[in-house]
């Protein structure tokens, strides 16, 4: 039987984000063992033996890693211990979580000799990140990337950053975090319930918070803010989640007299009823993978499909946004697309004949779908060797209004550089009450109602 460790700096980690990879492993008879701190795992008993139900066959080991920087002492430890481990079980494959697992894993397996996997939840290499921090995690990245088969990154700035700096054998870039609308669209309990569980009063304004307690998602700056709004005791707020920063939460909550307005939760399952009961959803992380989605949905940034929000919008960009719609709860859902033009709109500003730069945006069997601006696209005849992100210069064949169509043929496809559209607005004030995107001859109409 294969043997396959698979270590984290937290077993919330390996909860949280390691089921279809455990899955994928049981289906294929390996013997999987979990490395990671179980001391303080910052996640509930209730998740963990919930993982142990359905994989019944896992042994956990403790190696006392943690998340922080300052800690080098227990972390080089940690390492050591766990390349004991290693030594002992003799695995057919080790896979790292995180930044620390990632480092002291793949350096014991390179000690090893054994292939090592690599995923990276967050770079600590990022646009605005300390200098210190650039250098130091990026001559480890670099490093320990050499002695790497697979790295995994979870949003395409890691990825293009990994293909383009570090040295594993292969990078392949997962899909961002995904939406179950079912699971959110209906809560099971009202907001009444939830709201009188926690002893938060109906007409009291709730702010809201979940992901681990660590020092990156700067929840003290939430609680700063509201011990200098002492005025407004009706603000509540609600943060849902574990980690190391929990003491230190606790204890500015203490000193800056909030106790009776501020709720930590700890882990829950009921995320669903909580943002029903909640008015305004709070993320001041320092960094995040996938953090845009908070604010603006995916499939509001562009008629034209994208793979990612980084494929329409960056970090520190001002965006011009309308306000979709409320909920009953007042809460605002806000979308991009609408102000980027109609049909008709960017179709005019192209001609047949004309040759122009795309993005390739999704490759079919029946053609390519090449995007020439946010809010339109092309198809172009199949061609295998194109990939989604692909910059290239196409040539105008046709324009078909009353099919909403435009026929394009790829003249150069080795541009060799990334291309991002900058948001060209349509539409810069007034209010829309309804938004049509296809043309009056079209059968088929996109239209958003406010």
Known sequence: MKRVVIAAASAATLVQFTAQELTALQTLGCEVHLACP????????????LLEERFPQLVWHDIAFTDSLHAFRRNRKAGQELEQLLEELKPELVHCHGTIAGIYGRRAAE???????????????????LLPERL??????????????VMYTVCPEDGNYAKKHLHARTVISLPDMGLDYERYAIPARSRDEVRAELRIPEDATVLLSVGTLRMQKRLRIVLQAMARLRDMEQLHYVICGEGPDMAFLQKLIANLRLQERVHLLGYRTDIPDLLGAADIFCMPSRREGCGIAALLPIDCLSVSRIASPADRVQVGQQLLCAIKNRDVQGRIVLTLRELLGTWSENAACFAAGETVVGIVRSVEEYGVFIEIAPNLAGLAEADSTLRPGQAVSVYIKNILPDKMKIKLVVVNKNLGQPLRFEPHYFVTRGRLKRWTYSTPQSRKQIETVF
């Not at 130091?136 to 088969?149: A, I, V």
């Open 38 to 49: 179980l001391e303080k795992p910052y996640i509930s008993q209730e998740a963990m033996h």
């Open 136 to 149: 130091g995690f990026g001559f480890l990245e670099r490093r320990y990337s050499r002695c790497t088969q």
């Open 111 to 129: 000690h090893l000799g054994i292939p090592a996997f690599y995923t990276a939840h967050d770079f600590r290499i990022y646009r605005g990140c």
